[in-house]
């Protein structure tokens, strides 16, 4: 049977939580699923746990490519994928067991018949000590938006929990990816620039209220350098005005920034920024 979802995991290195993270994906209350494994590149045990994984269940699937980045080995997994839908998993977050049926369910009850279609929901910041004991937890109700309002918060959102658009809170109609794939440049910010460029491009959007997926925040994916952060920051910034410069309306960061820059006497930050400005 062709699977109606396919559910992509990049993993690189992130053995630890590979398994949880397929258990996840096969618990799903929605059972039409191909669980796709994408190995960017991993030196530990992935491969291994994969294969224990598929021997499982039939539908985990496990495909093997040379380390590029996250946003290739999404791209890699969507040129595998099957399913009419594509639903990404980071290899250290959960999804809600019934977030994919809620959401196809919701879909259909709207009678919404567009081609192109992205579900996006609530979710979770789960917050982690270096132990990974659970401090807290904070949902993030996102609500039902216009393409436009989503542009504005996305564009105003600046590398904090809170982001409008998770991309693993989200569910794709694979036809949206022949709009638009990851840009592999990105080391960050990279979801961003997807969500803006299809919203721009009148993508429907539709949100689902549920609390869709656990977005966990530990040390590990929280040690990103912060002069790296503000320069792929800047790089999203330069995709983004050179597809609709009116945009910069939006964002409230960019004063800052040029401070910031004259501040720490970055040449380079200050004259991209200028330019953006």
């Not at 259909?108 to 910041?125: A, P, Q, T």
């Not at 869709?212 to 920051?233: A, E, F, P, V």
Request: one cysteine or more; charged letters at 25%.
């Amino acid at each position: 049977m062709t699977p109606t979802v396919s559910v992509i995991i990049p993993c690189f290195n992130g053995a630890k939580y590979l398994e949880g993270a397929v258990e996840n994906v096969l618990s799903q209350t929605f059972a039409n699923i191909e669980c796709i494994i994408v190995d960017d590149g991993s030196t530990d045990d992935t491969y291994q746990i994969s294969n224990f994984l598929i021997n499982k269940d039939s539908r985990v699937k496990y495909i093997y490519k040379e380390n590029g980045g996250v946003p290739s080995a999404r791209n890699f997994g969507i040129r595998y994928a099957s399913g009419e839908w594509v639903q990404f998993l980071d290899v250290d977050d959960w999804l809600h067991k019934d977030k994919i049926n809620f959401q196809l369910s919701y879909l259909k009850s709207s009678g919404c018949r567009e081609n192109d279609i992205v579900l996006y929901s609530d979710y979770e910041v789960v917050y982690e000590d270096s132990d990974h004991r659970l401090k807290k937890r904070v949902i993030n109700t996102i609500g039902n938006l216009t393409n436009e309002q989503l542009i504005k918060r996305t564009m105003e959102w600046y590398f904090r929990p809170n982001i409008p658009l998770h991309i693993n809170s989200t569910l794709f109609k694979k036809t949206v990816f022949n709009k638009k794939m990851f840009d592999e440049r990105f080391k960050a910010f990279g979801d961003q620039e997807l969500f803006v460029d299809i919203l721009l491009q009148g993508i429907t959007f539709i949100y689902t209220p549920i609390v869709g997926m656990y977005y966990r925040l530990h040390q590990s994916n929280m040690s990103t350098n912060l002069s790296n952060i503000k320069d792929y920051y800047i790089q999203f910034l330069e995709a983004i005005y050179k597809k609709d410069r009116s945009l910069i309306r939006f964002n409230p960061n960019i004063g800052d920034l040029i401070k910031t820059a004259l501040k720490e006497k970055d040449k380079n930050k200050f004259y991209r920024l200028l330019r953006i400005k």
